[in-house]
């Protein structure tokens, strides 16, 4: 599987954004994705993930309310709508997809294939 990451850019603090990351590959059933984000000089960190089915969701505290992820499993991709962005929101975005085996959303050593990275940056 490969995955590419789109829809990053520059936004004013307040407005809005959604990536896209595009699955490749051997898609079948392509399991549990994830958003991550680094800004510089930080670790990288967990910001949204999705089960297969959509049927189990999760956001770090710091995006709760403004931040939504979905897939579409038809076309092999996952979106995250982020909504009130805010310039700590400021960071390369990757989504992920959780290797097989492995449980918990959060933790980046759960996720085994990434994608290049998106920069999102949020002007004050």
């Known amino acids: 599987v490969q995955l590419q990451a789109s829809g990053g850019g520059l936004v004013q603090a307040g407005g809005s954004l959604r990536l896209s990351c595009a699955a490749s590959?051997?898609?079948?059933?392509?399991?549990?994705m994830g958003w991550f984000r680094q800004a510089p000089g930080s670790e990288r960190e967990f910001v949204a993930g999705i089960s297969w089915g959509g049927d189990n969701i999760y956001y770090a505290d710091s995006v709760k309310g403004r931040f939504t992820i979905s897939r579409d499993n038809a076309k092999n991709a996952v979106y995250l709508q982020m909504n009130s962005l805010k310039p700590e929101d400021t960071a390369v975005y990757y989504c992920?997809?959780?290797?097989?085996?492995?449980?918990?959303?959060?933790?980046?050593?759960?996720?085994?294939?990434w994608g290049q990275g998106t920069q999102v940056t949020v002007s004050s």
């Open positions: 590959g051997r898609t079948f059933n392509f399991g549990v």
């Open positions: 992920a997809r959780r290797s097989y085996g492995s449980s918990g959303y959060t933790s980046t050593k759960n996720y085994g294939v």
